[in-house]
C-alpha cells in the first residue's frame, strides 16, 4: 500500500526524516526479479503479472481504446496531479545537462537542514553554503562496487571520452568529481554506487 501525502498538512521532517533504505531480504527478491525480466523479458512480466496481481495476460500492449477510456474514467484532480508530477520531473532532469545542481524551490528546508544537522550531530554547520555550481562540459557514469575499483571505471570512462573526441579538461577549476549515493556503514561495498565525473573538451 503507498501512502499519500498532503504536503500543505506535512513538517518537512515528517518526508525528509523517512527511512527509505530496504531491507536486505526486500533488496535480494527484487534483484532476482529485475535479472529474470531481463534474461526472460515479456515472459517474465507475464509470469509475474499472474503470480502477483493473478491477472493472466497474452497481449502486454495497451490499445488506444483502453488508453481512451481509462482518460475518460479518470478523475479530474488526479489527472491534473499526473499531469503535474510529469512536469516536475522534466523540469528535474532538464537541469542534469552539463552541470551540478541543487533542486530547492524552499530556501527555508535548507535553513531547517542546516539547524537539524546541527542539532543531531553537534557540529557548527554554519559555513555551510546554499549555491548552484556549473561545471561545464563533463562526462560521467555510475560506479557500482567498492571505492578501491574505481580506477578501472575510470579508465573505461576516459576510454569512452576519447571515443567520442574528447579528452579530460583538468585545470585549477576543474577537477575530478565523485558524488556517494550510498552510506559505507549500512551498504554492502559490491552495492555501493558513485557517480564519477571527468571535465571535458573536444579534441582539436
Same mark, same amino acid.
Given at each position: 500500500?503507498?501512502?499519500?501525502?498532503?504536503?500543505?498538512?506535512?513538517?518537512?521532517?515528517?518526508?525528509?526524516?523517512?527511512?527509505?533504505?530496504?531491507?536486505?531480504?526486500?533488496?535480494?527478491?527484487?534483484?532476482?526479479?529485475?535479472?529474470?525480466?531481463?534474461?526472460?523479458?515479456?515472459?517474465?512480466?507475464?509470469?509475474?503479472?499472474?503470480?502477483?496481481?493473478?491477472?493472466?495476460?497474452?497481449?502486454?500492449?495497451?490499445?488506444?481504446?483502453?488508453?481512451?477510456?481509462?482518460?475518460?474514467?479518470?478523475?479530474?484532480?488526479?489527472?491534473?496531479?499526473?499531469?503535474?508530477?510529469?512536469?516536475?520531473?522534466?523540469?528535474?532532469?532538464?537541469?542534469? /545537462?552539463?552541470?551540478?545542481?541543487?533542486?530547492?524551490?524552499?530556501?527555508?528546508?535548507?535553513?531547517?537542514?542546516?539547524?537539524?544537522?546541527?542539532?543531531?550531530?553537534?557540529?557548527?554547520?554554519?559555513? /555551510?553554503?546554499?549555491?548552484?555550481?556549473?561545471?561545464?562540459?563533463? /562526462?560521467?557514469?555510475?560506479?557500482?562496487?567498492?571505492?578501491?575499483?574505481?580506477?578501472?571505471?575510470?579508465?573505461?570512462?576516459?576510454?569512452?571520452?576519447?571515443?567520442?573526441?574528447?579528452?579530460?579538461?583538468?585545470?585549477?577549476?576543474?577537477?575530478?568529481?565523485?558524488?556517494?549515493?550510498?552510506?559505507?556503514?549500512?551498504?554492502?561495498?559490491?552495492?555501493?554506487?558513485? /557517480?564519477?565525473?571527468?571535465?571535458?573538451?573536444?579534441?582539436?
Amino acid at each position: 500500500m503507498i501512502r499519500l501525502y498532503n504536503f500543505d498538512e506535512l513538517k518537512p521532517e515528517e518526508i525528509l526524516n523517512r527511512d527509505i533504505r530496504a531491507e536486505k531480504n526486500v533488496e535480494d527478491v527484487v534483484d532476482a526479479i529485475i535479472a529474470d525480466v531481463r534474461a526472460r523479458g515479456d515472459d517474465a512480466l507475464k509470469d509475474y503479472a499472474l503470480k502477483f496481481d493473478g491477472a493472466a495476460i497474452e497481449n502486454l500492449q495497451v490499445t488506444q481504446a483502453e488508453i481512451d477510456e481509462a482518460f475518460a474514467g479518470m478523475d479530474p484532480y488526479f489527472l491534473e496531479t499526473l499531469r503535474q508530477a510529469t512536469e516536475n520531473i522534466e523540469q528535474f532532469h532538464r537541469q542534469q /545537462v552539463h552541470k551540478n545542481f541543487v533542486m530547492n524551490d524552499r530556501p527555508a528546508e535548507f535553513d531547517w537542514a542546516v539547524q537539524e544537522a546541527t542539532a543531531k550531530k553537534k557540529k557548527d554547520f554554519s559555513k /555551510v553554503e546554499f549555491f548552484t555550481y556549473d561545471e561545464g562540459l563533463c /562526462v560521467q557514469c555510475m560506479h557500482i562496487g567498492p571505492y578501491d575499483t574505481e580506477p578501472e571505471t575510470l579508465r573505461q570512462l576516459d576510454a569512452f571520452a576519447a571515443e567520442q573526441g574528447y579528452c579530460p579538461d583538468f585545470s585549477d577549476t576543474r577537477f575530478h568529481h565523485e558524488i556517494y549515493l550510498g552510506d559505507p556503514r549500512r551498504t554492502a561495498p559490491e552495492k555501493l554506487k558513485t /557517480v564519477l565525473r571527468h571535465p571535458i573538451r573536444k579534441i582539436e
